[in-house]
């Protein structure tokens, strides 16, 4: 019996005793990284956070100095991404709005996330007639198109990081109650909930110590997604001018001041562009991928 | 039937309150003074009372809120603050060129996605499926107004091919109209066809592995029969939930789109509208989106109902 429950893995030779990380995490972790998708989406989004984090180390022209020697050089090796129209260096740029776009919306989602999840497992677990307000309340937060709520809230509360982070993380927050308590609803009446509930347990102590474990993996998923979400809107913010301001660089706002040269400059819209659609790229993947790890057996989506 | 549209109908009605209540809350926030903002920096404090009183803005805001939801349940939209105009003539204006924005865009989706999606599936891991999966991953994966402009830059700019800006009316000439356009619609709608592929592929594999697809074969059936009898029939109708709640991507989309094609439209307004206080304005665009889209779910989940007995019973 231990035998066969630790050759399922197939990654670690069979000892003939389980593994010690048997645990759910561990071996979501292990098919995550076994399936290629996943493999190329951590893969890169490690990339992607170390050219994030290290930006003041790795681009090493100062992103908003106009000191190159000419406007709009095209991609040279002191230039990799070619420079703009008032001689700053564009690989600057980018990485400098890469590492704002991820930092926020990373920061943002997490801190929506864990309202939203706790609201949702709480209201899931409670019912009755809270349950009933707050999914109210989320459904018509759900009907806004959560680009315009980002607008409004940037109007209301004025432009600025911290501002942006506010919106991204009020937009995840409904989908997140929604998710979890959803997953509530299927975890709250299994044997062991009931076995805590008659050995005395109160409420807090189900929710947050029994229940979250088992109801937490699909959550991650809709994290992946969410942070895409949340880097789409910061550049959209970014595009419309209502990000990061004028001279701080951000992706979408590269691409909009690209507009009057995209004939001479093919380099200035086209790199933003791209880290934009791989960093994408890499979050959807990695949605994908932990959702095959959670549930082996559901068919590959794509 | 009827008890469970009665039922679905009666849980949109809350929805559709807190989605006025909200909308209207969303601007009294911002800490701006839209009078401030109508008569300018050197008015003085009388004629900033003044106009204050002429917008109703010195009533308490639920005062405020009943009568301007009195108003607009009776088709009485008001004026907007800053250009004066009938918010009613502001729509006429503006709603043609983005309904045929969004229309156009989202009848592209669905007709580019969900043939892709039913290719994929119906043959997982074929040449198909393959060209699908690239699809989905690069679609997803771009912003709209990345593609916009590398759309306008490729064949605007360089090729010449279409027409970088502007909008005609389709009822006044209908091939420049679709001339200008095709770029802003297939900016649009690539991220929603490759959801819509995506999402049908799922449902298809997921229903061709069943058993009655099975026994549908066994007794000979040919597979064209097999796939487009039994199959489509049984995985198309979860389809139909997706395809209700990309209106919703489509109603942001808009936003972005008409911003980089310089397009007239409800996209415009509103922005233009938030940044000038514009209460009225603001606040009824935002009602119009949300009923748009609460009306357009609420219909899905009705057609599913007929679709698909089961959902009934719940």
Redesign the interface.
Same mark, same amino acid.
């Given at each position: 019996m231990s035998a066969t429950a630790a050759s399922q893995g197939g990654l670690t030779p069979d000892t003939g005793r389980p593994r010690l990380a048997d645990s759910m995490w561990a071996d979501t972790m292990r098919r995550l990284l076994r399936n290629p998708q996943g493999a190329i989406a951590v893969g890169g989004l490690l990339i992607i956070a170390v050219a994030a984090v290290a930006a003041p180390v790795i681009a090493w022209h100062d992103p908003i100095a106009q000191d190159a020697s000419a406007r709009l050089l095209s991609p040279s090796w002191d230039h990799p991404f070619g420079t703009d129209e008032l001689r700053r260096d564009l690989f600057s740029r980018n990485v400098h709005g890469l590492k704002t776009a991820l930092a926020l919306s990373f920061l943002s989602v997490l801190t929506g996330a864990v309202l939203g999840t706790m609201t949702g497992f709480t209201v899931g677990y409670v019912r009755g007639w809270a349950d009933a307000v707050v999914m109210? !309340?989320v459904?018509? &937060?759900l009907?806004?198109?959560?680009?315009?709520?980002a607008?409004?809230i940037l +109007?209301?509360l004025g432009q600025g990081l911290e501002n942006i982070g506010i919106a991204i993380a009020v937009f995840a927050i409904p989908g997140f109650v929604r998710l979890s308590r959803a997953q509530m609803l299927g975890e709250r009446n299994k044997d062991y909930v009931l076995a805590a509930q008659v050995l005395g347990a109160r409420p807090v102590r189900i929710i947050f110590r029994h229940i979250v474990l088992n109801a937490l993996p699909p959550l991650l998923t809709q994290v992946a997604l969410a942070i895409a979400s949340g880097v !789409?809107i910061v550049?959209?913010l970014g595009?419309?001018g209502l990000g990061e301001q004028a001279p701080t660089p951000s992706l979408?706002g590269l691409? *909009?001041d690209?507009?009057p040269y &995209?004939?001479r400059a093919?380099w200035y819209?086209?790199f933003?562009?791209a880290i934009?659609?791989? !960093?994408?790229?890499c979050l *959807?993947?990695l949605a994908d991928a932990i959702n095959e790890a959670i549930s082996p057996y559901a068919?590959? +989506?794509? | 039937m009827a008890p469970f549209i009665v039922n679905r109908v009666a849980q949109t009605i809350p929805i559709l309150f807190l989605g006025t209540v909200a909308a209207f809350l969303v601007l009294r926030l911002i800490p701006g003074d839209p009078a401030l903002v109508i008569a300018g920096e050197e008015a003085t404090a009388e004629d900033l009372y003044a106009i204050r009183d002429q917008l109703g803005l010195h009533d308490s805001w639920p005062e405020q809120y009943v009568r301007w939801l009195g108003d607009l349940v009776q088709g009485d939209l008001g004026y907007s603050f800053t250009t004066g105009l009938s918010v009613s003539r502001l729509f006429s204006i503006n709603i043609p060129p983005t309904l045929e924005l969004g229309i156009a865009a989202y009848a592209f989706a669905i007709a580019i996605g969900i043939p892709l999606g039913i290719l994929g599936g119906v043959k997982p891991r074929s040449a198909w499926d393959w060209l699908l999966s690239g699809y989905t991953m690069v679609a997803v994966g771009v912003p709209s107004f990345v593609t916009g402009i590398i759309l306008l830059w490729i064949f605007a700019a360089e090729l010449r091919w279409f027409p970088s800006l502007g909008r005609v009316s389709f009822l006044s000439d209908p091939v420049d109209s679709l001339h200008h356009l095709a770029l802003p619609v297939i900016a649009l709608a690539l991220p929603i066809s490759a959801v819509l592929a995506r999402y049908t592929r799922t449902t298809i594999t997921d229903v061709v592995g069943q058993d009655f697809v099975r026994t549908a074969r066994a007794k000979g059936l040919g597979e064209s029969t097999v796939i487009v009898r039994h199959a489509l029939r049984n995985s198309l109708i979860p389809v139909i939930t997706i395809m209700a709640l990309q209106v919703g991507e489509v109603l942001t989309g808009v936003v972005i789109i008409e911003a980089v094609f310089t397009r007239p439209g409800l996209g415009r307004v509103v922005v233009e509208a938030i940044q000038r206080l514009d209460y009225l304005v603001v606040q009824t665009v935002l009602v119009v989106l949300v009923v748009i889209f609460v009306t357009v779910n609420l219909l899905a989940d009705i057609i599913y109902g007929f679709a698909d007995p089961r959902v009934r019973v719940r």
């Open positions: 109210r !309340l459904d018509a &937060l009907a806004f198109p959560g680009l315009l709520i607008f409004a +109007t209301i !789409l550049a959209a595009y419309f979408g691409v *909009n690209s507009r &995209l004939q093919w819209p086209v933003p562009g934009l659609a791989f !960093l994408l790229l *959807n993947l068919r590959r +989506t794509s | -």
